[in-house]
């Protein structure tokens, strides 16, 4: 005697012959990432039924669409994670030795190439030094000497001795100041786009939170998958 068991998802499974005795059952379960099937054979039938009504598989046997939905995500999350705990950390130590700063724009004068919200990555002068073209960041001042704010301009002519002349791309005319090497706290090396405007103290009130929860989320995933 030859029956059909499973068709087309997992391939044409058979049984073959005939049992021996008249109450024995064998319970046949195939999964793959489509999902699990699981059948009880007698003698007479083949009855559709679940797995878990009879045996509790190993979990690394049986992987459902879903459970291999929720790992991909798994570990989308904690690589996610890892890499901007990495950047963090990187950050902070290059931050914290003055090798590298970072400042937040807050103004349109330099749209299109920085816009407002942009944060900037700056090298000591000391390491890259500043000419024409370069976006530096300075101290503007008053004619006593007392610091105004902090620009992020493009320098468009001068020289270290004499001072620089700096624009804002989207000023209509350069500074009034020209800054010197002692001005200059750094000159832009990358922009990072639009994160600026998350790095708000309200913004972090929301974002910390939740980033914590993902992580202790995906964190329990993991357990129990």
């Avoid at 890259?128 to 004619?143: K, N």
């Avoid at 990072?192 to 009130?205: A, H, Q, R, S, V």
Wanted: charged fraction near 20%; charge should be neutral.
């Amino acid at each position: 005697m030859e029956r059909e068991i499973f068709v087309n998802e997992y391939d044409d499974v058979k049984i073959v012959g005939e049992s021996e005795f008249p109450d024995s059952k064998i319970l046949l379960t195939m999964s793959n990432v489509l999902g699990e099937k699981t059948v009880l054979i007698t003698p007479h039938e083949v009855i559709e039924s679940k797995a878990k009504m009879f045996v509790q598989a190993p979990k690394e046997r049986v992987v459902t669409g879903t459970a291999a939905a929720t790992r991909r995500g798994v570990t989308v999350v904690k690589f996610v994670g890892y890499v901007l705990s990495a950047i963090l950390i990187t950050f902070a130590g290059l931050s914290a030795t003055g090798v590298m700063k970072a400042r937040i724009v807050l103004t349109g004068s330099m749209i299109p190439t920085i816009n407002p919200g942009d944060i900037v990555l700056l090298a000591k002068p000391t390491t890259l030094q500043p000419h024409i073209g370069s976006i530096v960041a300075y101290t503007a001042r008053r004619f006593d000497g007392s610091p105004v704010a902090t620009f992020t301009h493009r320098i468009i002519s001068g020289d270290p001795q004499n001072g620089f002349v700096v624009k804002g791309d989207a000023n209509p005319s350069p500074d009034v100041q020209h800054p010197k090497i002692p001005d200059i706290s750094g000159v832009v090396f990358f922009t990072i786009p639009f994160i600026g405007k998350i790095l708000t103290p309200k913004m972090l009130i929301i974002f910390v939170p939740v980033i914590v929860g993902l992580w202790f989320i995906a964190d329990a995933l993991k357990s129990d998958g």
